[in-house]
């Protein structure tokens, strides 16, 4: 059973950046998917980015398109999500979600349902 760990969250002021990072305790690659949701205080839990391990093909939530770039570095086993000019309401707990596709299928899932292994999160704070 995979285990996946998140790192890297903090306090910064707004326009600050902040990078997170995603180790998995085993090889990321192939029909992986990494997907990177933020749970702000008293809300849901939403999707920020994704890859896909086999082809590198990252997938960002409009909200933060052109500030967050997600890159993997399978050597380590270890995704990292970039976050630049970060907001206020960037802010919130980040969660690393792992799942391996079936071979019949093309494209990440974005419902949290259907990652199986996650992290217990790291704090992302955005002071004004």
């Known amino acids: 059973q995979a285990h996946v760990a998140e790192s890297g969250g903090g306090s910064v002021q707004a326009g600050g950046s902040l990078r997170l990072s995603c180790a998995a305790s085993e090889y990321i690659g192939g029909l992986h998917c990494m997907r990177w949701f933020r749970q702000a205080s008293g809300k849901g839990r939403e999707g920020v980015a994704t890859i896909f391990a086999g082809s590198g093909h990252t997938y960002y939530a409009d909200s933060v398109k052109g500030r967050f770039y997600l890159s993997l570095d399978s050597a380590k086993n270890t995704a990292y999500l970039k976050m630049n000019s970060l907001k206020p309401e960037d802010a919130g707990m980040y969660y690393c979600?792992?799942?391996?596709?079936?071979?019949?299928?093309?494209?990440?899932?974005?419902?949290?349902?259907?990652?199986?292994?996650w992290g217990q999160g790291t704090q992302v704070t955005v002071s004004s």
């Open positions: 979600a792992l799942r391996a596709l079936q071979p019949t299928e093309t494209m990440c899932p974005q419902s949290q349902s259907e990652y199986t292994y």
